[in-house]
């Protein structure tokens, strides 16, 4: 498994950094199949390595990060990296917007939100719709958009069989890409 250097600040279990890792290894896999230039590379491995920072930090500080007082908790851990990461000295505009919005979907991504908001969702550790997952994880090398497209498309029906919430952000997204 890749091995990743998470921030000093940032609060996850076990489980969550083995997610984490295997988040990064999808993105590392994927830069080099497509060739990616060092720059590019580097910014989806932090990008990878900082989206769930914070995913097990307690909910008042995701809310004071983030600024945000209603929504979901558990939307608010990649808002409040990103305010982090910055605080850290992060300026790269698209590795931030990336780690933001990686939960629900930002309309105006660059690759770096793109290829993230994929690896989160496709990595192979997580244990629903397994063959689809593993069938467009494999497709991104050889039509990046295509393979996006496929898979916001596969998140937003995901989510509404558990009966969970599409967010603006993620309706925006779909409506962008399709």
Same mark, same amino acid.
């Given at each position: =498994?890749? %091995?990743?250097? @998470?921030?000093?600040? $940032?609060?996850? $279990?076990?489980?969550?950094?083995?997610?984490?890792?295997?988040?990064?290894?999808? *993105?590392?896999?994927?830069?080099? &199949? @497509? #060739?990616?230039?060092?720059?590019?590379?580097?910014?989806?491995?932090?990008?990878?390595?900082? #989206?769930?920072? *914070?995913?097990?930090?307690?909910?008042? =500080?995701?809310?004071?990060? $983030?600024?945000? !007082? +209603?929504? !979901?908790?558990?939307?608010?851990?990649?808002? &409040?990296?990103?305010?982090? !990461?910055?605080?850290?000295?992060? /300026?790269?505009?698209?590795?931030?917007?990336?780690?933001?919005? #990686? +939960?629900?979907?930002? /309309?105006?991504?660059?690759? +770096?939100?793109?290829?993230?908001? =994929?690896?989160?969702?496709?990595?192979?550790?997580? /244990?629903?719709?397994?063959?689809?997952?593993?069938?467009?994880?494999?497709?991104?090398?050889?039509?990046?958009?295509? $393979?996006?497209?496929?898979?916001?498309? @596969?998140? @937003?029906?995901? %989510?509404?069989?558990?009966?969970?919430?599409?967010?603006?952000?993620?309706?925006?997204?779909?409506?962008?890409? /399709?």
């Amino acid at each position: =498994m890749t %091995s990743i250097e @998470l921030p000093a600040w $940032s609060q996850v $279990s076990d489980k969550r950094r083995e997610h984490i890792a295997r988040v990064v290894a999808l *993105l590392e896999q994927w830069a080099a &199949a @497509l #060739h990616l230039p060092p720059d590019e590379a580097n910014r989806w491995r932090t990008a990878g390595a900082l #989206h769930d920072a *914070l995913r097990d930090a307690p909910e008042p =500080m995701l809310r004071a990060l $983030s600024g945000d !007082a +209603t929504r !979901a908790a558990e939307i608010l851990h990649g808002p &409040a990296a990103a305010v982090r !990461a910055e605080q850290e000295g992060e /300026r790269r505009a698209d590795v931030l917007e990336a780690v933001r919005f #990686h +939960t629900v979907g930002c /309309r105006n991504w660059q690759r +770096t939100g793109r290829a993230l908001y =994929m690896a989160d969702f496709l990595e192979p550790g997580r /244990r629903f719709l397994i063959a689809e997952r593993e069938f467009l994880a494999r497709q991104v090398p050889h039509d990046f958009d295509a $393979s996006f497209r496929a898979t916001v498309r @596969l998140r @937003l029906e995901w %989510s509404l069989t558990q009966g969970g919430e599409l967010f603006p952000e993620a309706v925006d997204l779909w409506n962008a890409v /399709r």
